[in-house]
Antibody, heavy 116, light 109 residues
């Protein structure tokens, strides 16, 4: 069955760029579905960040759009998230997930702390 | 932005009892709502989509209903593994601007 696994640094300095990758197993990204990111904080709860389709469509949460880029590498069957100019409020558990509307498969999540 | 409001924030029940969780949207969604279950240290798990369709592998004790702005998730007879946090999520708009409720914690009484 399809599996998603997030990877990336657990600690990011303020004002720097957060970079995460989601590796997809047992399913080809090019076979369909949208793929995206959701984060979770104690204060704001679950927050949808962005999603994309392998052929190019990309969508962003308007509140984050100016700082976020989502991309896909079909040769590696993975997709990525970059968030620049991070602050302490970007400290969260970041999940990658499958789905355009609702998310039916999720990664286990990775904790990212923004701190100097 | 569509705001999703869940109630109650916490629900304390005993195994075998019936649980009813509510989610209200700030504008009509049609049936474009999903429900998730989350246990500590785990990712959310999809339970229901399109307001009332159970996801693959979800037991039939979980049922969703509602339309417009009022939605409910019912667990007919609580099992020990059902005590968790439950979230609703709307997906009414495209391009997407998905939003989640703040969650209902279902705890053992």
């Amino acid at each position: 069955q399809v599996q998603l696994q997030e990877s990336g640094p657990g600690l990011v300095r303020p004002s720097e760029t957060l970079s995460l990758t989601c590796n997809v197993s047992h399913y080809s990204i090019t076979s369909g579905y949208y793929w995206g990111w959701v984060r979770q904080t104690p204060g704001k709860g679950l927050e949808w960040i962005a999603n994309l389709y392998h052929s190019g469509n990309k969508y962003y949460n308007p509140s984050l759009e100016s700082r976020v880029t989502i991309s896909v590498d079909t040769s590696k069957n993975q997709f990525s998230l970059k968030m620049n100019s991070v602050t302490a409020s970007d400290t969260a558990v970041y999940y990658c997930a499958r789905g355009a509307y609702f998310m039916d498969v999720w990664g286990k999540g990775t904790t990212v702390t923004v701190s100097s | 932005e569509i705001v999703m409001t869940q109630s109650p924030a916490t629900l304390a029940l005993s195994p075998g009892e019936r649980a009813t969780l509510s989610c209200r949207a700030s504008q009509s969604l049609g049936g474009n709502i999903a429900w998730y279950q989350q246990k500590p240290g785990q990712a959310p798990r999809l339970l229901v989509y399109s307001a009332s369709t159970r996801a693959t592998g979800i037991p039939d004790r979980f049922s969703g209903r509602g339309s417009g702005t009022e939605f409910t998730l019912t667990i007919s007879s609580l099992q020990s593994e059902d005590f968790a946090v439950y979230y609703c999520q709307q997906y009414y708009n495209w391009p997407p601007m998905h939003t989640f409720g703040q969650g209902t914690k279902l705890e053992i009484k």
